[in-house]
């Protein structure tokens, strides 16, 4: 539990050692803010569930270059033999690289607060729902965070890892959708349906928050830190 | 300390260590030889638990390092080649991160780290990012996180590769102190390394153990005679006359003219043994004047190439 916390503690400030971290939280809030309040004076309706609609594609970007360098610097660097030979165990530094990249999602997302108070200030804001929203974006998020953290281990290469980790989300996002799924009841179609992150989404930005859904965003983030776990067992240490 | 037993590490199809096996003992300090890509590294890795082996067994203080890794790791200070390093992070605040890791107590670890920046000649660069540090300073960083826990085992990987020679030096000195108390293992493709640091040497080529012995074991297993250089006022025909009183010896080779007043000569021992007292007591018995003796043993470098030339 103390060395989660320790790993999560430095891989949190790692992202604000260099600009990197003030820079995606600028872009988040600059794209965010611009998107919303676009069409946010042309509907004229005072709440958030446009803003909640937006965050599955903006975090398509934004979540992959959160978790991109997270083992692929270290592999890069050469320091993942300093973490493994460390009394520490692997899925303590996984939860804590996982945690920290959370942690930034987090406060990217808190800094749309002002946003909400805007829109609060201008109309009457049901908060029920925007707090609702907010809950199921993070859960996105951290669906996301460990997709790209499981690819991130699979390569030395920053770059390659980013653009893999927003095709396989991209992936993961669409699989639900009628276009992929089909608009059949068929067995498969329902599979590819459930399995798809964009269905299950759609209630949370509403302000439904359905606890099977919330199940479905931790068994994803499970499944893939598992996932990431055997990787890392097996290329890093063979 | 170390116990290693038949192991062998394969990657894929390729062999990198077969059936490797041997001990080092509490408070030693042994050197691990060998060429390039011999399998020095392989092995480290797997006694620090970073790699697992393929088989065959490796114990550290009894403990067995599969599957019990976290024991075995706490007991092992470990500097990976190059001394791989985060480069963001600042030299203090790096070995308080590993400090916690290691599981140092909190009020514990700013003693734990002055006493490592102290030890490890840190003073100058506290306040600075590692990623500005020199190629020296970074492996003294990665020294220093190898020691903080104060581990009884070190393992380091080629310490002193691309040092320059002020900073070998000084590592090979740090290297000897921390030696006196602590079993170390270090591994180089450097000879004078070890002559300069270890106890004994464990040769490794092509993933085999093909030599270990102290130093001059070695050399004798591998045959090396011992040569003397000597210079002595006399004829030759005396000195030829002399020497049937030094059974062991024979001259190989006149290093000057047949008629110089001074005659200097190799002699050629046939076993490694230091005889340089017995020559000099020799000159002394028989009246002679000594001008120059020098011992020149087979070199550890001979000895090298010897053992791990792939016939």
């Known amino acids: 539990m103390k060395n989660i916390w320790t790993i999560t503690k430095r891989e949190f400030t790692a ?46 970007f934004f979540v992959p270059a959160v978790a991109m360098g997270k083992w692929a610097e270290e592999r ?14 692997l899925l303590d530094i996984i939860l804590g690289k996982f945690l920290a990249g959370l942690g930034l999602i987090a406060t990217a997302l808190l800094l749309t607060l002002p946003m909400a108070l805007t829109i609060a200030g201008l109309g009457d804001l049901d908060w029920g729902p925007v707090i609702g929203g907010y809950i199921g974006s993070l859960f996105l998020g951290g669906a996301y ?14 770059i390659i890892a980013f653009i893999l980790g927003v095709a396989a989300s991209f992936g993961l996002l669409i699989i639900g959708t009628p276009m992929i799924a089909g608009g059949s ?3 498969i179609a329902q ?18 928050i359905d606890s099977r859904d919330l199940i479905y965003y931790s068994s994803v983030i499970g499944f893939f830190l598992y996932v990431n776990r055997k990787l890392l067992e097996t290329f890093a240490r063979r | 300390m170390i116990h290693v037993e038949h192991l062998h590490k394969h990657f894929g199809p390729v062999q990198a260590v077969s059936d490797v096996s041997f001990d ?4 030693e300090v042994v050197g691990l030889l060998g060429p390039n890509g011999a399998g020095k590294t392989t092995t480290m890795r797997v006694i620090t638990g970073f790699l697992r082996s393929s088989a065959g067994l490796v114990t550290v203080d009894g403990i067995p390092v599969s599957p019990e890794e976290i024991r075995t790791r706490r007991l092992i200070g470990y500097l990976p080649e190059n001394a791989p ?15 916690h890791l290691r599981g140092i107590a909190t009020t514990a670890i700013p003693g734990a780290i002055d006493e490592m920046i102290d030890t490890c000649g840190l003073a100058t660069v506290v306040g600075r990012p590692i990623g500005q540090l020199s190629k020296g300073y970074r492996q003294r960083v990665g020294l220093a996180a190898a020691l903080l826990h104060r581990p009884p085992i070190l393992i380091l990987d080629e310490p002193t590769s691309g040092l320059d020679p002020n900073q070998i030096t000084e590592i090979r000195t740090l290297i000897r102190a921390i030696g006196q108390e602590r079993t170390v293992v270090l591994s180089t493709h450097i000879l004078q390394e070890v002559e300069a640091t270890c106890s004994r040497a464990l040769i490794i080529s092509s993933g085999k153990l093909v030599g270990h012995g102290t130093l001059s074991e070695l050399m004798r297993a591998s045959g090396g005679h011992a040569r003397y250089t000597v210079a002595l006022r006399a004829a030759r025909e005396v000195i030829r006359t002399a020497l049937e009183a030094l059974p062991h010896l024979e001259i190989a080779e006149w290093l000057s003219g047949p008629t110089d007043e001074r005659q200097r000569f190799t002699l050629a021992g046939q ?6 007292e017995e020559i000099f007591g020799w000159a002394v018995a028989q009246n002679l004047t000594l001008a120059e003796l020098t011992h020149e043993t087979a070199s550890l470098e001979e000895v090298f190439r010897e053992l791990t030339q792939t016939p």
């Open chain 2, 85 to 99: 390093l985060p480069t963001d992070l600042e030299v203090t605040g790096f070995l308080d991160y590993i400090a």
């Open chain 2, 271 to 276: 076993d490694p043994e230091d005889r340089s």
């Open chain 1, 185 to 187: 009841s068929g067995p």
């Open chain 2, 24 to 27: 080092v003992a509490k408070g």
């Open chain 1, 76 to 89: 890069k660097l050469g320091t993942l033999e300093v973490l493994f030979t460390l009394p520490v165990c």
């Open chain 1, 145 to 158: 965070l460990a997709v790209g953290l499981t690819i991130s281990s699979l390569t030395e290469n920053q």
């Open chain 1, 15 to 60: 992202y604000f050692v260099s600009p990197i971290a003030y820079v995606y939280l600028i872009t988040f809030l600059v794209v965010t803010n611009w998107l919303f309040f676009r069409t946010f004076f042309v509907l004229g309706q005072a709440d958030m569930r446009l803003f909640f609609g937006l965050i599955p594609w903006i975090f398509l």
């Open chain 1, 191 to 208: 599979v590819l349906q459930y399995m798809g992150l964009e269905m299950h989404f759609t209630s949370i930005a509403r302000g439904v």
